[in-house]
């Protein structure tokens, strides 16, 4: 007779010493915000990819867009990377090449790798992220390492509590997209947000009450807008405040009161003050948001 299967292994205790569960109950917000990934599932960047498209590239050997040879980086180098790898016209990639600092200082190497790493770990193909690059060409000046840790720490915060609905790789994937600052901004920015929300009241309370409460809308339709704060930033969410202080003669306990009750209070304060590069995915109830507080 066939053995019976063994028992599955018990979770593992908490670093101090209490049961997994009640260590998860306990655990504020400031526990997601302040714990990097610093180790665990790491996706290392394939060099062999890497260096075999970055080998189709430089045998090419067309002019670059300043009618100059080939050469490994720079400007021209970039510019036929835009070119060549991500199918842009001439034209598009010098008006984008405008836009990025310090290109000259910048591994050639890097942008192949930033696209090999956005395609494996996001979403596949060239031409999802040539439209981001449009958008935003800064997110070819981030490093792998950079963007790396700040997807992490995203989902880190995003998936490991009670309210992470809605917000899976594809979703992420989407946003991302959207607005490449979220990702290339980096993880200090993304904890530098969580922490300016969790000092005026943001909590896991408050964010339950907001997704779950009598009048919330119900997943899928809506949920916590996390992504489109953090797209804001703890500066752009500072001139919302002050926005909403100068021009509503709220006091700062007010708009706290009135984040915690409405996060889209807040989006609606940034919209308002130009406090966000462009407006947040969130806009169809900032107008009502803003009218409700007046």
């Keep these: 007779p066939s053995e019976p299967a063994p028992a599955p292994a018990a979770a593992p205790a908490a670093e101090d010493g ?9 655990a504020p917000i400031a526990k997601a915000v302040t714990k990097r990934a610093r180790a665990g599932r790491k996706t290392l960047v394939d060099k062999s990819l890497a260096n075999a498209a970055n080998s189709q590239l ?19 180098g970039l510019g036929k990377f835009l070119v060549f790898r991500l199918l842009m016209g001439k034209a598009e990639a010098k008006a984008l090449i405008q836009k990025v600092p310090d290109v000259d ?10 696209l090999e790493w956005l395609m494996e770990e996001l979403q596949p193909g060239v031409q999802p992220w040539a439209d981001a690059v449009r ?20 989902e880190e915060f995003l998936w490991n509590r009670e309210w992470a609905v809605g917000f899976g ?31 005026h009241g943001v909590d896991d309370d408050v964010t339950m009450r907001c997704v779950a409460g009598p009048t919330a809308v119900p997943f899928p339709l809506e949920h916590y807008p996390w992504i489109e704060l953090f797209q ?3 500066n752009g969410l500072e001139d ?17 009161a009135a984040l915690r009750g409405d996060p889209n209070f807040i989006l609606a304060a940034a919209t308002a003050a130009d406090a966000a590069p462009r407006q947040p995915r969130a806009a169809t109830r900032l107008t009502e948001a803003l009218e409700a507080a007046a």
């Design 240 to 256: 919302a405040a002050r926005w909403a202080e100068e021009e509503l003669g709220k006091s700062r306990d007010e708009v706290s």
């Design 58 to 76: 430089f045998s090419l050997g067309q002019d670059g867009i300043a009618g100059k040879p080939w050469t490994a980086g720079g400007r021209t």
């Design 105 to 114: 200082a910048m591994r050639p190497e890097q942008w192949s790798e930033t």
């Design 18 to 26: 209490r049961p997994p569960q009640a260590a998860a109950d306990e």
């Design 232 to 234: 804001v930033g703890a």
């Design 135 to 154: 958008r935003d060409p800064l997110l070819l000046a981030a490093g792998v390492d950079t963007l790396r840790e700040a997807l992490w720490w995203l």
């Design 169 to 199: 790789r594809q979703a992420l994937s989407d946003a991302i997209q959207h607005r490449p600052h979220l990702l290339y901004q980096g993880a200090d920015a993304l904890e530098a947000t969580a922490l300016w929300l969790q000092r």
